[in-house]
DNA sequence: AAACCGGGGCG
DNA sequence: CGCCCAGGTTT
């Protein structure tokens, strides 16, 4: 592969890059960063683009910039706030992460921002993409910026055979793109990479011709609808399937809620008291024992939602919540009490939201109990 | 090298 | 229902 970047091909290349980053000038997206790049407006938007569709996620940063319009104003709110604007994004160690590095970069550095893909790297948060994308895009460093959509279109594009989600394949991509990348235009080549992928060289039923790269391209279809071609992939982690129980306990003012630890999954989001039932158990038809989950209620009474489902990219939860209406407190390992209104104002993993919007429904929150 | 970590949208 | 998305961190 490499010696294909010798010689003829060379050429061949420069012309590819030539016409990409003119399509791209044509048929770029308007996005809002893009306009007068500045280190926080990229950094912000990389980290939440990360795993996330450009239009999921720009509201969200729409909300970041419009609530912290700096990155001293991010470092001085309190994590848990950040958290609440970032509830339903998913992958919440990115707020976290974004969090430390605006305390990082404000407090420590005099809110000087890293300028070399280098620097960057050492922020939390920002691994070799992220560094690549903001050192290329505000600087023009000439770094490739190699995320889901490079790794497609370059695949294609030069032929490679090994799976591109293994480390031989994923090699072959990085040692082309470093030599492809534009030297003196890096922000905009990578861009145009990536904004080709995301247009035209799609997953399925790539647009071939419209393509710049048409011509250049080894994998290129004649026509539309034609044989799926590359990337490579070998693959997926199994899905595991997991049963829980959501225990609502409340006592019609207020609800028993605790903040999950800083680490692993839904990490400093707040939960209604969680029971994870064995696996390969159906999901009962009963309430639990009472008790199990309230040893020291008095005179309480409980209601089962309905089952719903909730689905993880690893993980296939299976839910049911049970509302316990109880006359005194509860002793429970952890948690508060929190008024329905304290409560609607933390952030909460989407499957806590499902349960959230199901009681509102049954009115089962504040007036109507 | 593989697992973990969310949530939504689309064919 | 499977696949993918402007990936990074941990094991």
């Known amino acids: 592969m490499q010696e294909n970047l010798a010689g003829t091909s060379k050429a061949i290349w420069a012309d590819g890059r030539r016409a990409l980053i003119e399509w791209y000038r044509v048929n770029h997206r308007a996005l809002p960063w893009r306009e007068k790049p500045h280190p926080y407006a990229v950094w912000l938007c990389e980290i939440i683009m990360q795993q996330t569709r450009i239009e999921q996620g720009l509201k969200y940063w729409h909300t970041f910039m419009n609530t912290w319009a700096d990155v001293h104003a991010l470092a001085s709110a309190p994590l848990d706030e950040v958290l609440k604007a970032w509830q339903g994004l998913g992958y919440y160690s990115r707020a976290r992460n974004l969090h430390r590095a605006a305390q990082t970069i404000a407090f420590e550095r ?3 921002f890293p300028r070399s893909a280098t620097e960057w790297k050492t922020m939390p948060g920002v691994g070799p993409y992220t560094a690549a994308a903001i050192a290329s895009i505000c600087y023009n460093e000439p770094v490739a910026a190699v995320d889901g959509n490079v790794l497609r279109v370059i695949s294609r594009y030069v032929d490679i055979k090994d799976p591109i989600d293994r480390p031989i394949g994923r090699k072959q991509v990085d040692t082309f793109t470093a030599q492809w990348i534009h030297p003196k235009e890096a922000g905009t080549h990578n861009q145009a990479v990536m904004e080709l992928g995301a247009l035209v060289c799609k997953p399925k039923s790539p647009l071939c011709p419209e393509c710049p790269l048409e011509s250049t391209c080894i994998n290129a279809q004649p026509a539309l609808g034609t044989t799926p071609i590359p990337p490579i992939k070998m693959g997926k982690t199994k899905v595991k399937t997991v049963n829980l129980i959501f225990n609502v306990v409340t006592n019609g003012t207020h609800v028993w809620m605790r903040k999950r630890p ?3 999954i839904w990490g400093g989001l707040w939960e209604f008291p969680t029971q994870e039932l064995s696996l390969g158990s159906e999901l009962p038809e009963q309430p ?6 309230l040893p ?22 299976r839910c049911r919540f049970v509302v316990w209406h109880i006359e005194s407190e509860p002793i429970l390992d ?8 304290e409560a ?13 919007e199901r009681l509102e429904k049954s009115c089962l929150t504040l007036d109507n109990l």
């Open 110 to 112: 005099d809110g000087v």
């Open 262 to 264: 800083a680490k692993g």
């Open 288 to 293: 639990p024992s009472e008790a199990k989950i």
């Open 296 to 317: 020291t209620a008095i005179r309480s009474r409980s209601q089962w939602g309905e089952p719903f489902e909730h689905i993880l990219s690893h993980r296939r939860l």
């Open 334 to 341: 952890q948690g508060q009490w929190l008024s329905w209104q």
């Open 344 to 356: 609607e104002a933390k952030a909460r993993p989407r499957a806590i939201d499902r349960c959230w």
